[in-house]
């Protein structure tokens, strides 16, 4: 038999939520994670009659879906640090009270384990730094608010089209997929090139981006069906322009 690793797990959550864009989710993954641990929070009482021959019968009365998160405090180094979307979306909710202090988030089994729920939590965020050798760290309670629902894991391809300025001589541009940024792809980079920028992103991972296309775009992008936010930016082109995604 087969063993199941821990680490195959992928947890989002909704950057839209709590705003005015509230009601169309935009998911973005929480990176950095090296513990998920979803439980049951189950309360319990006797329901032993005098028949039971002095006998305790349990049965549960209500259940709470929580998750326990951990991990490293990560970001992206392009512009100065830029903390991880993700990270940051659960520490925002973490410092608020009541109905702000809610997070949506989906959970998954990467493998084929059939595991995959939506719901909403209430968010409990602590940072760790009281080591001075150590990492940056955090731990982050998620005590689920209601039924979660199961779902369909997201694994339908996203497909894109970047397409760079017309009239760009020289320069780089920039992709970034769900809040990790592949820099420094020259203006006129193969298709093979832009590849190998995307499969080095965490968010998308080696062999998992196929690309098509002349130098110079526009490139046909298929990333896995986790992916939710694509964007680029080509303000180090020459002439400076806007690179498309659609």
Known sequence: MATALARDYAIQVDVNFGT??????EWVFVMGLNKVSPSNDITLQ?????HSNGRKSQIATA???NLELAG???????AGFVADPGQEKLRGHGEEIGAANTAHVRYWRTDGIDEAKEGYFAVSWVSAADD???????????TGKGQHKKIAKPTAPTAK????PSGSTGGTFSITVDGQTA????YNATAAAVRTALDAL????TGNATVTGSAGGSYAVTLPGTVTTVTASGSSLTPSGTVTVA
């Open 20 to 25: 005015e864009k509230a009601g169309s989710p």
């Open 46 to 50: 006797d329901d032993g009659d005098i």
């Open 63 to 65: 259940i709470g879906e």
């Open 72 to 78: 490293l405090r990560k970001g992206n180094l392009a």
């Open 132 to 142: 001075k050798e150590g990492l940056y760290g955090f731990t982050c309670t998620l």
């Open 161 to 164: 089209t970047i397409t760079l």
């Open 183 to 186: 820099s420094g792809i020259t």
């Open 202 to 205: 965490s968010t998308v991972g």
